[in-house]
């Protein structure tokens, strides 16, 4: 089976389960901001745990950073939701700080366990 | 002429559902009993879609498909032709094959060692000549296949039961239709990357949902936000979450809740609802309160080809469709949502995207962005079903609440069904008549009729 681990992620341009640019993450900010959002109604309670972080490539302007990654979720009473997998940022220095150009996020799942992804990897 | 299993009684199971009073018994949304018995009487016997022809078009492609508890390797032959075998090995079954997709020369059980052709013959057997002495025949140890395969304009389906009638008996005039309502849209290829995911809920909530045109208003509230539908488009309005306070429309006193947000997320617009034999059946808006067109397709269903395809009748229907038991056919989308049962309150979700091959590259990556946007577990429509359903599963099951009937008698008695070149469809505004004909068709499945009486059980009358 090691020809079909190519197989393991799709490239751009085939499906993904999030292929957002700006104007759509604009469009989920907004949604949770409607009241009606019900799959984050309550919120959920998520936490973001980062580990492993590399830069792997540095112009001067932008920078290649690969990252680890566990979110976790608690919602309503006693629900559970993780998800692990591994985040390749591309980051423009701004001032003091860092504007996210463009972030791949790869999960280890194939079939996910969750019933949505109503939140932000 | 109903058999007795799992003490499941042909009169108990029409006491699930009737169509008199459009009142569902909850207990099939949790028995484990009933799941049971659906795995032999619906998932044991129906055609169940496997996968699409475009995803295994070189010979040893193989895509693997579930039919009810099996897991099923579909595979391309050498000579073009398409062979389903279940991923079990003849020896002491373990799966012989571990990816969901890729191209084999053969299939290697992990276990001894036996080997098989893409064929599903067996091959190899390690000791063949000393453990065995040669006494093992094996032309009698192949990987199963499964009773019957057959395609429709490239939809592959495939029956566990040998004494099912063919592909096009089982789809009818409204299993044609739902699929060519994509098939015939262009010439449509499978986008890679099934997404798959996994909702805690059972299997039939998910698809009674699908017809559903009466929850979109609130449960999909948010997507269809000026600030979020707009900007999803790309219209602007980024920041305008302050623009749609809500609160006004808010339900107060019981009164009804009338969110004019335009014709998707309405109620208000001319529907039709086809129903068909084995339980098929279309529920949702009309081609021309739909405007006769898609965002991705054009006015696709104007070509000569897709005119006779649908035939007159057809040419009108532009709402869900089912084809029974779990194959939803989003067909404004170009997609596929296959609904498969895992336990009684748990069902996986496999969403199937198709392109038209001829779009331009532009348009095809507007539509394969555009439907991640919608559907799928992250899209805006989507991400906010599954805990409907998931608590409408889970709130069913207590000792007092399961006595609550699950309700589907919206339009009950109003539905007059108009039979017009084969097609049984209702003409009228948002109703639950497609919904009620599901459960009732699935009553029918449930009793292990024969062929014949399972037919005529489920080819509707004149009203509902």
């Keep these: 089976m090691a020809k079909e681990r190519d197989l393991e992620f799709t490239k751009p341009g085939e499906m993904a389960f999030i292929d957002d640019q700006k104007m759509m993450l604009a469009a989920r900010v907004a949604r949770l901001r409607t009241g009606r959002a019900w799959a984050e109604d309550p919120p959920s309670r998520t936490r973001h745990l980062i580990t492993n972080i590399r830069v792997t490539g540095d112009d001067g302007d932008e920078l290649d950073v690969e990252s680890n990654f566990h979110l976790y979720r608690a919602r309503l009473k006693s629900e559970e939701d993780s998800w692990i997998g591994s985040r390749c940022d591309r980051l423009r220095r701004v001032g003091e700080s860092f504007h996210i150009v463009k972030r791949n996020v790869y999960l280890e799942h194939t079939v996910l366990l969750s019933r949505n992804l109503s939140n932000f990897f | 002429m109903t058999k007795e299993t799992n003490s499941l009684t042909g009169e108990r199971i029409d006491g699930f559902v009737s169509l008199e009073t459009g009142e569902i018994d909850r207990s099939i949304f949790f028995d484990s009993a009933v799941f049971e018995h659906e795995m032999e009487t619906i998932f044991g016997r ?252 054009g006015p696709w269903r104007d070509t000569p080809e897709a005119k006779e395809a649908l035939g007159p009748a057809g040419a009108g229907v532009a709402g869900h469709p089912n084809l029974f038991p779990t194959l939803w056919v989003v067909q404004e989308m170009s997609q596929l ?37 919608i559907f799928g577990p992250a899209g805006l429509l989507e991400q906010d079903d599954g805990e409907n359903w998931s608590q409408a599963t889970h709130q069913s099951c207590g000792f007092a609440s399961r006595n609550i009937p699950h309700l589907l008698n919206m339009g009950l008695g109003h539905g007059e069904i108009i039979d017009e070149g084969g097609l049984k469809r209702i003409e009228g505004f948002t109703s639950e008549h497609a919904q009620l004909y599901t459960y009732h068709a699935w009553a029918q499945w449930m009793k292990d009729l024969d062929w014949d009486e399972l037919k005529e059980a489920t080819t509707p009358g004149d009203t509902i």
Aim: charged letters at 20%; proline letters at 4%; hydrophobic letters at 40%.
């Design chain 2, 46 to 297: 129906a055609w169940l879609f496997l996968c699409h022809a475009t995803q295994i078009p070189e010979r040893g492609d193989f895509f693997e498909s579930v039919m009810g508890r099996d897991n099923v390797l579909v595979v391309r032959q050498k000579d073009g032709s398409i062979k389903a075998l279940l991923n079990t090995c003849a020896h002491r079954g373990n799966a012989v094959c571990r990816a969901e997709e890729g191209n084999a020369r053969s299939f290697l059980c992990s276990y001894h060692g036996w080997s098989y052709g893409i064929d599903g013959r067996l091959k190899g057997v390690p000791g063949h000549k000393n453990f065995y002495k040669g006494d093992l025949d094996k032309s009698k140890h192949g990987l199963r296949e499964v009773a019957q395969v057959a395609d429709y304009k490239g939809f592959i389906f495939a029956t566990h039961d040998p004494t099912a009638p063919s592909l096009d008996d089982f789809l009818g005039a409204t299993g044609r239709l739902s699929l060519d309502l994509l098939a015939m849209k262009g010439d449509m290829e499978i986008v890679p990357g099934i997404q798959k995911f996994t909702i805690d809920c059972n299997w039939k909530i998910a698809v009674d949902n699908l017809f559903d045109w009466y929850h979109p208003q609130v449960t999909h509230a948010s997507a269809f936000a000026p600030s979020v539908l707009g900007s999803m488009l790309g219209g602007g309005g980024q920041n305008g979450a302050e623009e749609i306070d809500m609160t006004d429309l808010q339900m107060q006193d019981g009164a009804d809740l009338d969110i004019p947000l335009g014709l998707i997320s309405g109620t208000n617009f001319e529907q039709s609802v086809v129903l068909g034999e084995y339980g098929h059946a279309i529920g949702g808006p009309t081609a021309t309160s739909s405007g006769n067109a898609d965002m991705i397709s």
């Design chain 2, 337 to 373: 949502s296959l609904r498969i049962p895992r336990t009684p309150d748990s069902t996986e979700i496999w969403w199937f995207t198709f392109a038209d091959r001829n779009l331009d590259p532009g348009m095809r990556q507007f539509s394969v962005n555009l439907v991640s946007h």
